[in-house]
């Protein structure tokens, strides 16, 4: 019998077990840095299987490393399992931890003690707080030959165009006074702080494709008949690239600057948030898995021209590690993700029939990673560097 037949019937053996853990983490959704019932059982399924399990990776008290062998090669799959506020799993990442689950325990049980890692990390928080991010800073992702996940969509795309993001604070300060009384003495913070918009408004329409930034007022004065001293905006920054969301910092910056120039208002400007860095995909890796997906009748194409769907720390592990991100449809291209009804969608029947055919091509995927070091370099050579 083939590897890839074993992976396939070892795969059906465990889809009921994964997908009870799929259905148990959609019924209980915990947010960023919170998903203290999803980590338990994440990690509590690997260790019952034999992996070695560590708890509280890079500081993180929802985070872990699950290790089964030793030694090079080293394939990862990355669990996500945050929640959103008041929305639940509406970006599936309950099948997202299921299939990395599934995949990690299904090559594993397959291999016959060849040699080589199979690495489950369990990476919290990806909605905002940048669990991979952190993780990738502590060192997490060192060594590790190719970090293989999926993400349900409502596409089947063998690559996700996922841009780069981060967020701003803009604060003006100037100084208080009564618009009546004494107008003259007052430097308005909140004028300065529209001004600032109007700024960025313009900019926005000579930004190259797939650039924006989005603001928002959070703090504008205390009383009508003040004059603001203080105000306070949050700017939400994308770039097609890492280097381009500089770029676009270093703009937001200077536009800053000009305006408090103007206005006499002091300022500062602070990073309030995880950067996202855009996702570098591997081509050679993804079309493989691709070629994997096919045996369930599953087909991804290369995502639409001009169509980016937003950012997710898996960017700044594919910076320095071989990574795939394709999406898979589990609703039409009429719906949309982060809605009540992709989050009914997470729990369909649907959703259950693609999580068994991915859990079999990530687990098809890294058994090539594993036995294959002529794909391991192409892997490295399409991210433009060598292993660390």
């Not at 009870?20 to 019924?27: C, D, F, G, K, N």
């Not at 639409?304 to 394709?326: E, F, K, M, T, W």
Request: charged share 20%; glycine share 12%; net charge negative.
């Amino acid at each position: 019998m083939s590897l890839y037949q074993r992976i396939r019937e070892e795969a059906a053996r465990r889809a009921d077990a994964l997908w009870a853990v799929a259905s148990t983490l959609h019924a209980e959704p915990e947010t960023a840095f919170a998903e203290h019932r999803a980590a338990a059982l994440l990690s509590g399924e690997l260790e019952g299987a034999g992996f070695e399990v560590r708890r509280e990776v890079a500081g993180l008290p929802t985070a872990f490393t699950a290790r089964s062998g030793e030694g090079q090669p080293v394939v990862a799959f990355p669990l996500e399992y945050d929640a959103l506020p008041g929305l639940g799993h509406a970006c599936g990442h309950n099948l997202i931890a299921a299939a990395g689950l599934g995949a990690a325990l299904v090559v594993d049980a397959v291999r016959d003690g060849a040699p080589g890692t199979v690495l489950a990390v369990g990476t919290p928080a990806e909605e905002g707080g940048g669990g991979k991010a952190l993780e990738v800073e502590a060192g997490v992702f060192d060594g590790v030959d190719a970090a293989l996940m999926f993400h349900p969509g409502v596409y089947d795309w063998v690559r996700a165009p996922l841009t780069a993001q981060e967020q701003y604070r803009v604060a003006f300060r100037g100084r208080a006074a009564h618009p009546t009384g004494n107008p003259t003495e007052g430097i308005d913070a909140l004028a300065a702080l529209i001004e600032l918009f109007n700024v960025v408004s313009a900019l926005g329409r000579r930004l190259p494709e797939g650039s924006h930034v989005q603001g928002i007022i959070t703090h504008g004065g205390t009383a009508t008949n003040i004059v603001p001293e203080y105000a306070e905006g949050r700017f939400g920054l994308r770039a097609l690239t890492t280097a381009a969301l500089d770029e676009l910092a270093a703009q937001l910056r200077t536009a800053a600057e000009g305006v408090a120039l103007a206005t006499g208002t002091s300022l500062t400007v602070e990073r309030a948030s995880v950067r996202y860095e855009h996702f570098r995909d591997s081509t050679v890796l993804s079309e493989r898995f691709a070629g994997h997906l096919e045996h369930a009748g599953i087909t991804l194409t290369p995502p639409a021209p001009g169509v980016y769907l937003g950012s997710s720390d898996i960017g700044n592990v594919s910076g320095r590690v071989p990574a795939i991100h394709p999406f898979v449809a589990i609703m039409g291209a009429d719906g949309s993700d982060h809605t009540p009804e992709f989050a009914e969608a997470a729990a369909s029947e649907r959703a259950r029939r693609v999580l068994q055919a991915v859990v079999e091509a990530l687990a098809c995927t890294a058994a090539d990673v594993l036995r294959d070091a002529e794909l391991r370099g192409r892997a490295w050579e399409g991210l433009g560097r060598a292993p660390a």
